[in-house]
């Protein structure tokens, strides 16, 4: 059981920012208003996050960390449908299986916690501890017992930054959320809970963004588009400051990247990208999911039609605005 727990975390978890992502979305799938997450060593060390979420009772716990184990069921096939982000109940089995883990957790409702610890997927005797409502884990050692996955990874820093990437997205993704992120003994970012999606993005991007945002906002019959696009003049070298998000999801989208190049088509420099941050949201049948473990890929079943209303939306509004 091992074994298998193993090769799924292969295809699940590939570095310290997967870890980081599955414990993130966990934590906000909890209903957590707070989320601290602190990193050793790149997060190869030591990943700790801890939240004021639901938490887990003693009997919830050693099911947590059992492969296929989900509390969050879907209703049908669609991940698109579920209101959270977890639907297969395999990330914390696969990191477990790839690290020495400790779960403290307290549900609401109960008098007392609950901890458990797991090193390389073997399950230690759970026992009684004090804690507040929610949950802490950390991890440590990632890859400890898988020498070869451990070589490839690469170096503190660069493995921080692929979680600060992770980080971005999924705070981006939920203004009211008060997220901290700790580096060491240092404190990288503390977010405050905010209504607005601009609040966030500064936090992030600074002002400098934060100023030349414009607002978008369209909705037809299936598709909503909210969010901003940002004035030509911030444009970047690369397309990695294009955040798209769908139905709550963090997406990349190469059709959708085309799509943004066009919308700005004559008002940038060539090798120049536009820098966005949008939210779309459509009916969860007009979206195909490959479920592939590691990378969430979306196929649209009519992405002409997404494809223009993206390009329209955004022309519609520069035409609009003195640019
Ligand atoms: P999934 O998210 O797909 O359900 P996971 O392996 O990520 O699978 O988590 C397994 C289960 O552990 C979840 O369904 C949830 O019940 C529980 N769980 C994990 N993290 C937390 C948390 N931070 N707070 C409360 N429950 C949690
Ligand atoms: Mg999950």
Known sequence: AHLVNQIAA?????????????LLENSIDAGSTRIELSLEGGGVELIRISDDG??????????????????KLPDDESLFHVGTLGFRGEALASIASVSQMTIRSRAEGQDGGCQIDI?????ETPGPCGCPVGTVIEVRNLFFNTPVRRKFLKTPQTERGHIVEA???LALANPKVHFVLRNGDKEMFDLLPTPRWADR?????????????IPIENQDETVQITGYACD????????????????GR???????????????????????????FLRMRMPADMIDVNVHPAKLEVRFT????????LLQTLRQRFLSTDM
Do not use: W
């Open 232 to 247: 030509p003049s911030v444009s970047r070298g690369n397309n990695r400051m294009q955040y798209l998000f769908l139905n």
């Open 201 to 213: 993005i500064e936090s992030f991007f600074g002002t400098e963004i934060s100023e030349a945002l």
């Open 250 to 276: 963090h997406i990349r989208d190469r059709a959708l990247q085309h799509a943004l190049g066009e919308a700005y088509r004559g008002m940038l420099m060539v090798g120049r990208h536009p820098v966005c």
């Open 167 to 169: 980080f971005t997205r």
């Open 119 to 123: 090193r390389g997927g073997v399950i």
């Open 54 to 71: 639901c938490g887990m009772t003693a009997e919830q716990l050693p099911l947590a960390v059992t492969s296929h184990a989900t509390s």
């Open 302 to 309: 009519d992405s002409g039609r997404v494809y223009s209303r």
């Open 10 to 22: 292969g295809e699940v978890i590939e570095r310290p920012a997967s870890v980081v992502k599955e």
